[in-house]
């Protein structure tokens, strides 16, 4: 793989980031992370969607600007991600001076293009969506279906863009490459949806929506905050219709692009409509994933149960993201909705983090102390009886990783653990000590470390601080590409002492946890 570019959605700053908005940072980190330990020019892009009516009026309501609410609310998504070891490479604000210049660019190459026309309309504009629905969109009530909300009508002198003359390419490409829209099961959706698709609008009068980018050479007009914030993934690494940059020439096309599935009609539909008018390449996947819900409960600012990343590693005492993450990542198969409840969050992290994987290491590592003083001795290093299984497993977690199924591959990581603590039972190091028969015994032992090697690796992506700490211990280094993995990288000498052998990982204290319980949600 030459170069893997991948991208998540801009999140709206009109309020702080909550589990939802984590849940799809973390998964698009992992796959970065993952990424990273098989190609060496990565790239990941995350960052806010700022402009429009919604943050227009609720900046507003706050008695600011619009601009001092966007760095407010800006920052708490930026802390958010640092706290959770979101390690992008880039964090784009749609208020950038340099993203404005370029999608003013981009709107007058599309008018100049012919695809762009003005055209007199009136329509439902529901300001949660931002963005028209029609009538057969709405709930017998005449709600927003997503945001049980009355649309306003809107009756302006708008730009819209001919939607219609890429539909039937649109059509060609989903159907023509079953594997652009992952889970490949919402594919259906979208072309039931392109059906009865119609031009859209794609800019507002200003009049009623000052907060956007003006139209070049027409300031009665802002430019619609989807066209806006779709092309931050192309600003945001040097695109220009004058000219783009090297960067955007060795990055585009995006391999992955990681959104939710309530915006996969904007992705799949609008985005692509874009691209194909402004003659660049398409992006080779779009990961819709699913929800998440609070104890089965859609999250809601009603219902109080909004639960903020940041509250529940305050909740919980958590020093380090790792176990927050890899609770999210394997949340949901791919593509399908997940649940985040405290109760659960605590008993699988205790169970793989802490019981399974973090004291097999410490145990394994204690008895080479025990028993040859931390040293590895030459004649333990022959059999490697687990390398198979373990190879086997690195073949499969990035077989799912192909796919981006990342829970999928967190259980094949957790397998292999299981396998290596069954194998540590049957085999009975302590009780082949006392027997006296100690290369049989530093053999065992030996081939657990190595496979402890290869799972720090597997597990880097989820649990960066875990892995670090676990290689570490092993002596291991965690820059091994995947593809270079042997399974045979210890050494014979002296591996460790006792002082050095620490848990990586504390089994969440009951206590503590049922204090995060009553607490994660505030
Ligand atoms: N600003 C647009 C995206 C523009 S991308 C060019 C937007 N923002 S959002 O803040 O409403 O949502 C950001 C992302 O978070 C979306 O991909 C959305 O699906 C995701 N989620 C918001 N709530 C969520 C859950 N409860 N669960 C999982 N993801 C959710 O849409």
């Known amino acids: ?49 700022e402009h429009g009516i919604k ?23 930026k802390d958010a991600w640092k706290a959770l070891d ?30 762009i026309y003005k055209h007199a309309y009136e329509g439902l504009y529901c300001s949660g969506c931002e963005a028209f629905l029609s009538e057969k969109d709405l709930t017998e009530d005449g709600l927003c279906p997503d945001h049980l909300k009355k649309p306003e009508v809107v009756k302006e002198e708008n730009y819209f863009f001919k939607l219609t003359k890429y539909k039937d390419a649109i059509i060609k490409h989903i159907k023509t490459h079953p594997d652009f829209i992952v889970p490949s099961f919402r594919a259906n959706e979208v072309l039931n949806q392109l059906e009865n698709i119609e031009d859209i609008s794609v800019s507002r009068v200003n009049s009623n929506v000052s907060w956007g980018i003006p139209v070049l050479g027409d300031d009665s ?17 040097g695109y220009d ?7 955007f020439e060795k990055l585009w096309p995006a391999n992955v692009q990681v959104i939710g599935k309530d915006i996969l009609k904007f992705h799949s539909i609008y985005w692509l409509a874009i691209l194909m008018a402004l003659e660049l390449p398409l992006p080779e996947h779009i990961l819709a994933h699913g929800w998440i ?69 410490n145990r394994t590592l204690s008895m080479l102390v025990k028993y040859f003083g931390g040293d590895i001795k ?7 009886e687990l390398k198979e299984k373990a190879l086997e497993t690195v073949k499969a977690v990035k077989h799912h ?25 049957d085999n009975a190091p302590w009780t082949l000590a006392k027997e006296g028969q100690m290369d049989k015994c530093g053999e065992v032992l030996t081939n657990v470390l190595q496979v402890m090697t290869v799972i720090s690796s597997l597990i880097y992506p989820y649990c960066p601080n875990i892995a670090k700490a676990m290689a570490e211990q092993l002596s291991y280094d965690l820059n091994t590409k995947l593809d270079d993995i042997t399974c045979e990288s210890l050494q014979a000498g002296h591996l460790i002492d006792k002082q050095n052998i620490k848990p990586v990982f504390l089994r969440m204290d009951s206590e503590l946890a049922d204090k995060g319980a009553a607490h994660a949600g505030k």
């Not at 859609?298 to 380090?320: D, Q, R």
């Not at 790792?322 to 997940?338: E, F, I, T």
């Not at 990783?401 to 990581?413: M, R, S």
Request: hydrophobic share 35%; with cysteine.
């Open 1 to 49: 793989m030459e170069k893997f570019y991948t991208t998540t959605a801009i999140d709206y700053v009109n309020g702080a980031p909550h589990i939802g908005h984590a849940y799809e940072k973390i998964l698009t980190d992992v796959i970065y992370r993952h990424f990273t330990q098989r190609c060496d020019n990565t790239y990941f892009l995350t960052g806010t969607d």
């Open 401 to 425: 990783f192909d796919y981006f199924e990342v829970q999928e591959a967190g259980q094949k990581i957790i397998e292999l653990v299981d396998i290596t603590n069954k194998y540590v039972t």
């Open 55 to 77: 943050i227009q009026k609720t900046s507003a309501q706050n008695g600011v600007s619009p601009k001092e609410f966007c760095d407010m609310n800006a920052q708490k998504f």
């Open 221 to 237: 007009q802002v430019i619609y905050v989807w066209i806006d914030a779709l092309s931050n993934y192309i600003t945001a690494i």
């Open 241 to 247: 219709p004058d000219g783009s940059s090297e960067k």
């Open 378 to 384: 030459p004649e333990f290093l022959g059999k490697n």
């Open 293 to 361: 819900t609070i104890d089965q409960t859609k999250m809601s600012k009603s219902l109080g149960n909004v639960i903020s990343p940041t509250g529940v590693l305050e909740a919980f005492n958590l020093e380090i993201p790792d176990p927050l993450r890899y609770y999210m990542a394997a949340a949901a198969p791919c593509g399908k909705d997940g649940n985040y409840s405290d109760e659960d969050f605590k008993e699988k992290v205790n169970a793989h983090l802490a019981n399974s994987m973090g004291n097999l290491l």
């Open 86 to 115: 979101v390690e992008y490479s880039q964090f784009i604000r749609t208020t950038d001076e340099q993203h404005e210049k370029v999608v003013q660019k981009i709107f007058k190459k599309l008018v100049e293009k012919g695809d």
